[in-house]
């Protein structure tokens, strides 16, 4: 079984699509189609600016190149995905390779969820901190001990185990990141972002994405998408809307989803769709045993021809993907060295029977 996931903000740099741009020509198209619809030189923004790490454009410029690398993938290999997933923004690429959302319209929604998420907080009310070394539920308690009703934090990314980010007002963030480290957290790092990131403080950002959405048609869907929200699948265009609302304000369930996709439905193989590897650095610490490619480039066709559904993660182990670094929305391991003893210790899964407090709420009403 084989999942495509297509990554988040973070995952932007200088010259990102021009590979593809420059050697297929379905990839010039969608930076022509993605150009056209919002007014700007995407083609420009991605290979030449700095501009593109803003947030207003990081989002539509990933969605495009993600798009892109999908559409080249279909044309060069026709390749049969059973799932597909994406991490907080990468879900409107997911939901474009499912079938269920028109392009055109994904990347309108996303230049306006760009716009919002950075308008929804004036700057310095907001943070966010990378918390290594603890488990989920103790991340969870400590946001929980110290949130007040005008001093909010919370988990905003599961990445792995070991890997919890967190956001809200950043006097709380402080406060939970220095207690995070008194209870034995092995590093906490606190993050230069633009916005308190799926936080109840993007609440402003919710009410104006709805107008946009309401205005979107939702087709079927022609592969099932595992969401972040609930990490489980979701096959009804109907629950889209609600889906990509909800998951402004509550966490990404990266490692859950993973899991879900891997224990749950037989996935052992994934296939990471858009620019850089963030997200395979990742999988590979969560799944170690599945096969995990990843294609943004022409030379990675080459890497990945013929492998999937097959013994394609063979002679690829020189590419494991290790090492701390933080770029951007997600932090993640992505140099070719030995894996960082802060993550060797043991942390408990906490993924299918514990219930995150961002959703106690939500249960209850359901």
Known sequence: MLSLVFPGQGSQYVGMGKDLYDNFQIARDTFAQASEKLKIDLRKMCFESEDVHLTVNAQPAILTVSTAAFRVLQSEKDIKADFVAGHSLGEYSALVASGSLDFEDAIWAVRKRGEYTQQAVPLGVGGMAAVLGLGDEEVDKICLEVSEEDSYVSAANYNSLGQVVISGVKKAVESAAKLAKEAGAKRVVLLDVSAPFHSKLMKSAVERMQNVLDTIKFLDFEIPMVTNFDARTITDKSKIKRLLLDQLTSPVLWHQSINYL?????????????????????????????????????????????????????????????????????????????????????????????????????????
């Open 262 to 366: 891997n224990s749950n439905l037989g996935v052992k193989s994934f296939l990471e769709v858009g620019p850089k590897n963030v997200l395979s650095g990742l999988i590979k610490r969560i799944v170690p045993d599945c096969n995990i490619l990843n294609f943004g480039e022409k030379a990675d066709l080459e890497k990945s021809r013929n492998r999937v559904h097959s013994n394609w993660l063979q002679n690829f182990t020189e590419n494991r993907v290790f090492n701390y670094r933080w770029f951007g929305m997600i932090f993640y391991l992505d140099a070719n060295t030995p894996p960082p003893q802060l993550l060797e210790t043991n942390v408990s899964l906490g993924s299918f029977n514990y219930v995150f407090p961002q959703h106690e709420q939500y249960r209850q009403e359901c």
